[in-house]
T-cell receptor, first 114, second 115 residues
Framework: ELKVEQNPLFLSMQEGKNYTIYCNYS?????LYWYRQDPGKSLESLFV?????AVKQEGRLMASLDTKARLSTLHITAAVHDLSATYFC??????????????FGRGTQLTVWP | DGGITQSPKYLFRKEGQNVTLSCEQN?????MYWYRQDPGQGLRLIYY???????QKGDIAEGYSVSREKKESFPLTVTSAQKNPTAFYLC??????????????FGPGTRLTVL
């Protein structure tokens, strides 16, 4: 079974600071996803990473994937309050054109304070 | 508007009662999924279906049942055999062709509480 570990699970950071969330997974995969969840709400897709060395950026968030190390990072630059949410990484067991299923990490609860 | 709808938004169940959660999508997606989320936890897969009239158990299928008679619908029944069903239930779907087909899109969720 594919295992996904995120750390930290809780992150409290001051506005304007930088920080990185880490996502490690246990077996080979070429598809990794980052989602955001606001309290009481559903999940919103942030990034899809499909190959080794893939980097995606949206605003103050940047995600990267190292398939050899089985590691993805979500870097937060100059945090603002609106980024407060829970962030999940998920790894797809599918390969190529084969449909798989997602394995989720436990999530990182981010709180940004003034 | 294309999307995934779940109903009801809130559901209360008495002990020993079966309840059915609805999930409908008009995205023409082949694959549909049901997840359970407990407070402070990640998502755990209950059942998934990659094609009409076919579905597979996920990691925590005991006490749940599903059907997939139509492409756009994937209802989840929480049976009385599920001893601790209080949780947030999320339905998702995914298409097959192209890059966009790789992403699972999630519905708004149903919050189930056992009284």
């Amino acid at each position: 079974e594919l295992k996904v570990e995120q750390n930290p699970l809780f992150l409290s950071m001051q506005e304007g600071k930088n920080y990185t969330i880490y996502c490690n997974y246990s077996t080979t995969s070429d598809r990794l996803y980052w989602y955001r969840q606001d309290p009481g709400k559903s999940l919103e897709s942030l990034f899809v990473l499909l190959s080794n060395g893939a980097v995606k950026q949206e605003g103050r968030l940047m995600a990267s994937l190292d398939t050899k190390a089985r590691l993805s990072t979500l870097h937060i630059t100059a945090a603002v309050h609106d980024l407060s949410a829970t962030y999940f990484c998920a790894v797809d067991s599918g390969r190529g054109s084969t449909l798989g299923r997602l394995y989720f990490g436990r999530g990182t609860q981010l709180t940004v304070w003034p | 508007d294309g999307g995934i709808t779940q109903s009801p938004k809130y559901l209360f169940r008495k002990e020993g009662q079966n309840v059915t959660l609805s999930c409908e999508q008009n995205l023409n997606h082949d694959a549909m999924y049901w997840y359970r989320q407990d407070p402070g936890q990640g998502l755990r897969l209950i059942y998934y279906s990659q094609i009409v009239n076919d579905f597979q158990k996920g990691d925590i299928a005991e006490g749940y049942s599903v059907s997939r008679e139509k492409k756009e619908s994937f209802p989840l029944t929480v049976t009385s055999a599920q001893k601790n069903p209080t949780a947030f239930y999320l339905c998702a779907s995914k298409g097959t062709p192209g890059l966009a087909g790789l992403v699972q899109f999630f519905g708004p969720g149903t919050r189930l509480t056992v009284l």
